[in-house]
């Protein structure tokens, strides 16, 4: 079935492109979600206009996000991280600490974003990846000092 997708689906395809799906599919997952509109003569019509509309507004979500991914790469954080007589650590840095410190920087973001190759457990200089975008990535400076006990 062809469908139009009005949102970007993962492994699918991206906002106002005509892509082909199984059945199924498009009748329990992605018309209930409004995720996308079956692919009619008067949807298809429709996606012109709206398409023009989009790619305005794409563009200027890549102009904030270019800025944005230009303030997080100069940025460097410093924050502790508990650790005993031997040198364990106790927990680690989640992603949620990480949106909670670039906060503290006036930088918003979503959780989401943050990619993680591996869970922060160790003192050290780490260099943490946020996606903004389809092709848009920015990376900071994450400095984990040791708090003792």
């Known amino acids: 079935m062809k469908v139009i997708l009005l949102k970007a689906v993962e492994r699918v395809g991206k906002p106002y492109e005509i892509v082909t799906v199984k059945d199924g599919y498009a009748r329990n997952f992605l018309f209930p979600r409004n995720f996308a509109l079956p692919a009619s003569k008067a949807n ?15 563009e200027k979500q890549k102009k904030v996000s270019a800025g944005l991914a230009e303030r997080i790469d100069s940025t460097t954080i410093k924050t502790t991280i508990k650790t005993g007589i031997d040198g364990k650590s106790f927990g680690s840095i989640t992603s949620q600490n990480i949106v909670e410190l670039l906060a503290a920087e006036d930088i918003d973001i979503n959780k989401k974003n943050i990619v993680l190759a591996e869970s922060i457990k160790q003192p050290g200089v780490y260099n943490i990846k946020i996606r903004l975008g389809e092709s848009i990535d920015a990376v900071f400076k994450l400095v984990l000092l040791e708090e003792g006990e």
Do not use: A, C, H, I
């Open 44 to 58: 298809v019509l429709g996606l012109e206009k709206n398409k023009k509309r989009f790619s305005k507004t794409v």
